[in-house]
């Protein structure tokens, strides 16, 4: 992904991977989704953009 692309660009893309995944299948490691989308190591960290929202109580 280039610069100008957006967080939400890659939550889209990253949704649309694991929905193509079978029960059991495992994730991309972190070094293969950095190679695969472009991007930094910084996304990856804290929750993933794929995270549905927490609910604090």
């Known amino acids: ?3 100008s ?3 939400a660009e890659l ?5 649309a991977m694991i929905d193509r995944l079978a ?3 495992r994730l991309p490691s972190s ?3 950095i190679r ?4 930094g190591p ?3 960290r804290g929750p993933s953009p794929c995270s ?3 609910a604090w109580s």
């Not at 939550?11 to 949704?15: F, H, I, L, N, Q």
């Not at 695969?36 to 991007?39: A, L, S």
């Open 1 to 3: 992904m280039s610069d």
């Open 5 to 7: 692309s957006s967080s």
């Open 11 to 15: 939550a889209v893309a990253m949704r």
């Open 23 to 25: 029960p059991g299948d």
């Open 31 to 33: 070094r293969e989704l």
């Open 36 to 39: 695969r989308y472009q991007v």
């Open 42 to 44: 910084a996304p990856w």
């Open 52 to 54: 549905p929202p927490r």
